[in-house]
């Protein structure tokens, strides 16, 4: 299983449907999908190598006996999430029940024990004839999710039962088999995380104790539901998540800079990040010594939350963070009106608690007075609450 959750082998047969396959990679990266093809040797005849390369990202193998230290099948069974063989031809079927590993295809969904998704496409006798039959039958059994091809014209003059489903119809039931929606496609999502930090001197800095973690949780989730995201990193580990563009920044105003650049073009503002209050009103070039190193004067930053609130149109969903120790629910309200935004976040984080860990604690407010809490909770489902949240105020 993947970090994200997400991973799928697209495995290819070799039919003439193979080329629409290029359409269901497209459309599963727009779901928030990873996609590795595995084409089967013979499929290559109809949508070569490099096509799948190109759409997918990603090198593509049809054998096992290329890059052999890198052992592809298993290291692919392991990742996968799920796998989803379009199209499937009789042939592929017929060594799918036979349990046959004789290409790296095969070799994968022997190894691997992720859910299966089968979208058969074939000429109608060879799809009706009963050696396919039992074939499916027989998958079907063993926990194969097979779906029934569509009716309608065929390669060749014939019409009937064996037509490449419509990729909606594909995408469709594979999230059905999968249990997600990507409630968010065609979402722009742009979100902060981390701590800004300003410098004092050539050395020395003024920070805090933002990991990023809630801030990365919620971009890799809202990837997951379909979104276009950007996240905008301050002073994070040097973590990438696949399909989400990461401008990193370091101080208050280089985040500024990219948020003025990038907020008009969003749908949703998730400001996650712990934005430095103040910085020192003069950066010394060099090191301070000891002896100078006594005091720092120190001048207000902008509040990017409330730059961005006010220049927003309509539509926009904003959402913010708020970390208290004391009257932490009276203060994130009124928070919540001075920087006007739809949805708060607030955690009480006494003695240091939530910095860093996986695991946070506090409450959900929305401008329409809702009011959730949230007691110990992995970060990655505090994200997929948020987005629900954001979900029900776009309407
Ligand atoms: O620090 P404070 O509690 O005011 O932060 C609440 C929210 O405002 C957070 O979402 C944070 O990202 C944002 N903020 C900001 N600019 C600041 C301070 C905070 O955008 N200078």
């Not at 999502?189 to 990365?216: H, W």
């Not at 949805?343 to 860093?356: E, K, P, Q, S």
Request: negative net charge; charged residues 20%.
């Amino acid at each position: 299983m993947s970090a994200s959750g997400r991973e799928v082998v697209l495995g290819v047969g070799a039919g003439i449907a193979a080329y629409k396959a290029c359409d269901v990679v497209r459309r599963l990266q727009d779901h928030g999908f990873l996609v590795t093809v595995v084409p089967t040797p013979s499929s290559l005849n109809f949508v070569g190598a490099a096509t799948w390369e190109a759409l997918s990202g990603r090198e593509v193998a049809t054998q096992v006996w290329e890059n052999i230290p890198g052992v592809a099948h298993v290291r692919l069974a392991q990742e996968a999430d799920f796998i989803l063989i379009a199209p499937a031809t009789a042939d592929l079927i017929s060594r799918l029940a036979q349990g046959r590993a004789d290409d790296l295809l095969t070799n994968v969904v022997l190894a691997s024990g992720a859910p299966i998704m089968v979208v058969p496409a074939m000429h109608p006798h060879m799809w009706t004839n009963p050696g396919t039959m039992e074939n499916v039958q027989m998958l079907r059994s063993r926990g194969f999710t097979i779906l029934d091809p569509d009716i309608g014209r065929l390669t060749g003059p014939d019409v009937g039962v064996g037509r490449f489903p419509d990729t909606a119809r594909i995408i469709e039931n594979f999230e059905g088999m999968v249990g997600t929606t990507a409630d968010l496609l065609g979402r722009k999502i742009l979100i902060t995380a981390g701590g800004t930090r300003e410098p004092i001197d050539a050395v020395r800095y003024i920070g805090n104790r933002s990991s990023g973690k809630q801030g990365f949780a919620i971009a890799q989730a809202a990837f997951a539901r379909g979104a276009d995201v950007e996240l905008i990193a301050a002073n994070c580990p040097d973590l990438e998540i696949e399909g989400v563009h990461i401008t990193r920044v370091e101080t208050t105003q280089e985040m500024q800079t990219v948020l003025e650049a990038r907020f008009d073009l969003c749908d949703i503002l998730v400001m996650c990040a712990a934005v430095a209050d103040a910085k020192p009103a003069y950066v010394h070039e060099g090191k301070l010594s000891k002896e100078e190193y006594t005091s720092i004067s120190l001048i207000k930053n902008p509040d990017l939350l409330a730059e961005m609130s006010s220049r927003r149109r309509e539509g926009q969903v904003l959402v913010g963070f708020a970390a208290e120790t004391q009257d932490h629910l009276e203060s994130a309200r009124a928070k919540m009106e001075r920087k006007g935004v739809d949805i708060l976040y607030v955690n009480d984080v006494t003695g240091g608690a939530i910095f860093g860990s996986d695991i946070t604690s506090g409450t959900i407010l929305t401008r329409s007075g809702g009011k959730m809490e949230v007691n110990d909770a992995a970060k990655d489902t505090l994200a997929d609450v948020l987005l629900d949240h954001v979900l029900f105020q776009l309407g």
